[in-house]
Protein backbone atom coordinates (compact mmCIF):
# COMPACT_ATOMS: atom_id res chain seq x y z
CA UNK A 1 0.00 0.00 0.00
CA UNK A 2 1.14 3.37 -1.08
CA UNK A 3 2.32 5.63 1.86
CA UNK A 4 3.08 9.34 2.75
CA UNK A 5 3.85 10.39 6.13
CA UNK A 6 4.66 14.28 6.79
CA UNK A 7 6.50 15.38 10.13
CA UNK A 8 6.14 17.14 12.53
CA UNK A 9 1.93 17.40 12.55
CA UNK A 10 2.07 20.66 13.71
CA UNK A 11 4.77 23.14 14.98
CA UNK A 12 4.31 26.89 16.42
CA UNK A 13 7.52 29.03 15.27
CA UNK A 14 7.81 33.02 16.17
CA UNK A 15 8.07 35.36 13.28
CA UNK A 16 11.62 35.16 11.36
CA UNK A 17 12.36 31.74 12.22
CA UNK A 18 13.38 29.10 9.28
CA UNK A 19 11.15 26.31 9.24
CA UNK A 20 11.73 22.58 7.49
CA UNK A 21 9.25 19.93 7.07
CA UNK A 22 9.16 16.80 5.86
CA UNK A 23 8.28 14.16 3.59
CA UNK A 24 8.47 10.59 3.55
CA UNK A 25 6.87 8.07 0.99
CA UNK A 26 6.77 4.62 0.15
CA UNK A 27 5.38 4.10 -3.07
CA UNK A 28 5.06 1.65 -6.23
CA UNK A 29 6.69 3.51 -9.87
CA UNK A 30 7.00 6.83 -8.24
CA UNK A 31 5.77 10.28 -10.79
CA UNK A 32 6.20 13.03 -8.75
CA UNK A 33 5.99 14.63 -5.56
CA UNK A 34 3.81 17.93 -4.92
CA UNK A 35 3.25 20.46 -2.22
CA UNK A 36 0.75 22.71 -1.29
CA UNK A 37 -0.42 25.23 1.02
CA UNK A 38 -3.88 25.25 2.49
CA UNK A 39 -5.60 28.28 4.48
CA UNK A 40 -9.22 27.05 5.56
CA UNK A 41 -10.18 26.49 1.78
CA UNK A 42 -8.52 25.37 -1.51
CA UNK A 43 -5.06 23.63 -1.19
CA UNK A 44 -2.30 25.93 -3.14
CA UNK A 45 0.09 24.15 -5.69
CA UNK A 46 3.47 25.43 -4.49
CA UNK A 47 6.02 22.83 -5.91
CA UNK A 48 6.28 19.85 -8.33
CA UNK A 49 9.45 17.73 -7.88
CA UNK A 50 10.51 14.84 -9.79
CA UNK A 51 14.49 14.91 -10.16
CA UNK A 52 16.70 14.45 -6.93
CA UNK A 53 18.94 16.89 -6.04
CA UNK A 54 17.31 20.01 -8.07
CA UNK A 55 16.10 22.48 -5.35
CA UNK A 56 13.30 24.25 -6.85
CA UNK A 57 12.65 27.95 -5.06
CA UNK A 58 10.32 30.28 -4.71
CA UNK A 59 10.78 33.57 -2.64
CA UNK A 60 11.62 32.48 1.25
CA UNK A 61 10.23 29.10 0.14
CA UNK A 62 12.23 25.95 -1.34
CA UNK A 63 12.28 22.43 -2.01
CA UNK A 64 14.58 19.78 -2.26
CA UNK A 65 13.29 15.33 -3.21
CA UNK A 66 16.10 12.93 -2.50
CA UNK A 67 14.58 9.87 -4.53
CA UNK A 68 16.83 7.83 -2.75
CA UNK A 69 16.40 8.13 0.55
CA UNK A 70 12.46 8.45 -0.18
CA UNK A 71 11.69 11.66 1.15
CA UNK A 72 11.78 15.81 0.70
CA UNK A 73 12.09 18.60 2.43
CA UNK A 74 9.88 22.05 2.56
CA UNK A 75 12.17 24.70 3.78
CA UNK A 76 10.93 28.58 4.47
CA UNK A 77 13.03 31.30 5.97
CA UNK A 78 12.21 34.20 7.48
CA UNK A 79 8.59 33.08 8.13
CA UNK A 80 5.81 35.57 8.50
CA UNK A 81 2.35 35.24 9.99
CA UNK A 82 0.71 34.42 6.08
CA UNK A 83 2.49 31.48 6.60
CA UNK A 84 0.56 30.03 8.39
CA UNK A 85 -1.28 27.25 7.20
CA UNK A 86 -1.31 23.49 6.55
CA UNK A 87 1.19 22.11 4.21
CA UNK A 88 0.50 18.92 2.30
CA UNK A 89 2.49 16.75 0.52
CA UNK A 90 1.58 14.12 -2.20
CA UNK A 91 2.99 11.90 -4.45
CA UNK A 92 1.77 10.55 -7.87
CA UNK A 93 2.76 7.17 -7.86
CA UNK A 94 1.41 4.34 -10.45
CA UNK A 95 -0.16 4.69 -13.68
CA UNK A 96 -2.94 6.69 -12.41
CA UNK A 97 -3.35 10.51 -11.85
CA UNK A 98 -4.51 10.35 -8.60
CA UNK A 99 -2.75 11.86 -5.58
CA UNK A 100 -1.45 10.10 -2.12
CA UNK A 101 -1.51 12.85 0.45
CA UNK A 102 0.25 12.91 4.03
CA UNK A 103 -2.18 14.01 6.87
CA UNK A 104 -0.09 17.46 6.50
CA UNK A 105 1.34 19.70 9.10
CA UNK A 106 0.08 22.55 10.40
CA UNK A 107 2.50 25.54 10.93
CA UNK A 108 1.49 28.54 13.05
CA UNK A 109 3.59 31.42 12.79
CA UNK A 110 3.47 34.15 16.08
CA UNK A 111 4.53 37.34 15.73
CA UNK B 1 -11.04 34.57 -14.35
CA UNK B 2 -9.76 30.73 -15.42
CA UNK B 3 -10.56 28.26 -12.05
CA UNK B 4 -12.47 25.50 -10.95
CA UNK B 5 -15.80 26.73 -8.99
CA UNK B 6 -17.12 24.24 -6.88
CA UNK B 7 -20.98 25.06 -5.18
CA UNK B 8 -22.88 25.42 -2.65
CA UNK B 9 -20.24 26.38 0.16
CA UNK B 10 -21.83 24.64 2.48
CA UNK B 11 -24.40 21.95 2.25
CA UNK B 12 -26.59 20.18 5.18
CA UNK B 13 -28.13 16.90 4.74
CA UNK B 14 -31.14 14.90 5.84
CA UNK B 15 -31.22 11.24 7.26
CA UNK B 16 -31.96 9.14 3.67
CA UNK B 17 -31.37 12.06 1.44
CA UNK B 18 -29.28 11.83 -1.66
CA UNK B 19 -27.36 15.48 -2.18
CA UNK B 20 -24.95 16.99 -5.12
CA UNK B 21 -21.89 18.66 -5.12
CA UNK B 22 -21.17 20.75 -7.80
CA UNK B 23 -17.68 21.13 -9.54
CA UNK B 24 -17.29 22.76 -12.96
CA UNK B 25 -13.69 23.88 -14.74
CA UNK B 26 -13.06 26.80 -17.44
CA UNK B 27 -8.95 25.37 -17.66
CA UNK B 28 -10.01 23.35 -20.42
CA UNK B 29 -8.46 20.69 -18.23
CA UNK B 30 -8.80 16.68 -18.98
CA UNK B 31 -8.58 15.00 -15.59
CA UNK B 32 -10.53 15.87 -12.52
CA UNK B 33 -10.59 14.60 -9.28
CA UNK B 34 -13.04 14.48 -5.80
CA UNK B 35 -11.05 14.03 -2.50
CA UNK B 36 -12.42 14.40 0.86
CA UNK B 37 -10.65 15.47 4.07
CA UNK B 38 -11.39 14.92 7.50
CA UNK B 39 -10.21 16.97 10.52
CA UNK B 40 -6.36 15.77 11.31
CA UNK B 41 -6.62 13.48 8.06
CA UNK B 42 -5.06 13.87 4.48
CA UNK B 43 -7.55 14.64 1.24
CA UNK B 44 -8.62 10.84 0.38
CA UNK B 45 -9.47 10.21 -3.09
CA UNK B 46 -13.25 9.17 -3.98
CA UNK B 47 -13.26 9.19 -7.58
CA UNK B 48 -11.46 10.43 -10.67
CA UNK B 49 -12.10 10.96 -14.45
CA UNK B 50 -9.54 11.21 -17.13
CA UNK B 51 -11.86 11.70 -20.04
CA UNK B 52 -15.40 12.51 -20.94
CA UNK B 53 -17.74 9.77 -20.06
CA UNK B 54 -15.06 7.62 -18.40
CA UNK B 55 -14.39 7.18 -14.05
CA UNK B 56 -12.84 5.02 -11.80
CA UNK B 57 -12.96 4.88 -8.27
CA UNK B 58 -10.36 6.25 -5.69
CA UNK B 59 -9.83 4.58 -2.10
CA UNK B 60 -13.36 5.37 -0.34
CA UNK B 61 -16.23 5.53 -3.29
CA UNK B 62 -18.59 3.50 -1.66
CA UNK B 63 -21.75 5.96 -1.21
CA UNK B 64 -20.76 7.93 -3.64
CA UNK B 65 -21.47 8.37 -7.27
CA UNK B 66 -20.19 10.76 -10.27
CA UNK B 67 -20.76 11.05 -13.89
CA UNK B 68 -18.50 13.05 -16.07
CA UNK B 69 -20.68 14.05 -19.31
CA UNK B 70 -18.72 17.44 -20.34
CA UNK B 71 -15.43 17.90 -20.04
CA UNK B 72 -16.03 21.04 -17.90
CA UNK B 73 -18.23 19.35 -15.15
CA UNK B 74 -17.65 16.11 -12.48
CA UNK B 75 -20.80 16.58 -10.04
CA UNK B 76 -20.35 14.19 -7.47
CA UNK B 77 -22.81 12.45 -5.52
CA UNK B 78 -23.28 11.38 -1.97
CA UNK B 79 -26.05 8.90 -1.48
CA UNK B 80 -27.56 7.98 1.54
CA UNK B 81 -25.69 4.73 1.73
CA UNK B 82 -22.70 6.87 2.94
CA UNK B 83 -23.34 6.83 6.59
CA UNK B 84 -20.42 9.14 7.38
CA UNK B 85 -20.85 11.97 5.32
CA UNK B 86 -19.42 14.88 6.97
CA UNK B 87 -16.20 16.24 5.84
CA UNK B 88 -14.90 18.97 3.91
CA UNK B 89 -15.16 18.02 0.00
CA UNK B 90 -12.52 19.12 -2.73
CA UNK B 91 -12.56 18.74 -6.73
CA UNK B 92 -9.28 19.38 -8.59
CA UNK B 93 -8.66 19.26 -12.37
CA UNK B 94 -5.28 18.78 -13.93
CA UNK B 95 -4.07 18.61 -17.92
CA UNK B 96 -3.27 15.00 -18.91
CA UNK B 97 -0.02 16.44 -20.77
CA UNK B 98 2.31 16.95 -21.45
CA UNK B 99 3.51 14.77 -18.56
CA UNK B 100 3.35 15.46 -15.14
CA UNK B 101 1.02 18.09 -14.62
CA UNK B 102 -0.19 19.54 -11.01
CA UNK B 103 -3.66 19.59 -9.53
CA UNK B 104 -5.39 22.68 -9.02
CA UNK B 105 -8.18 22.75 -6.48
CA UNK B 106 -11.53 24.59 -6.22
CA UNK B 107 -12.62 25.82 -2.58
CA UNK B 108 -14.37 22.97 -1.65
CA UNK B 109 -17.95 22.36 -0.18
CA UNK B 110 -18.48 21.56 3.50
CA UNK B 111 -21.03 18.94 3.66
CA UNK B 112 -22.76 18.83 7.24
CA UNK B 113 -25.57 16.41 8.75
CA UNK B 114 -29.15 17.90 9.77
Known amino acids: EDKVVQSPLSLVVHEGDTVTLNCSYEVTNFRSLLWYKQEKKAPTFLFML????IEKKSGRLSSILDKKELFSILNITATQTGDSAVYLC???????????FGKGTSLLVTP | DGGITQSPKYLFRKEGQNVTLSCEQN?????MYWYRQDPGQGLRLIYY???????QKGDIAEGYSVSREKKESFPLTVTSAQKNPTAFYLC?????????????FGDGTRLSIL
Open chain 1, 50 to 53: TSSG
Open chain 2, 92 to 104: ASSLNTPYNQPQH
Open chain 2, 27 to 31: LNHDA
Open chain 2, 49 to 55: SQIVNDF
Open chain 1, 90 to 100: AVEAGSGYALN
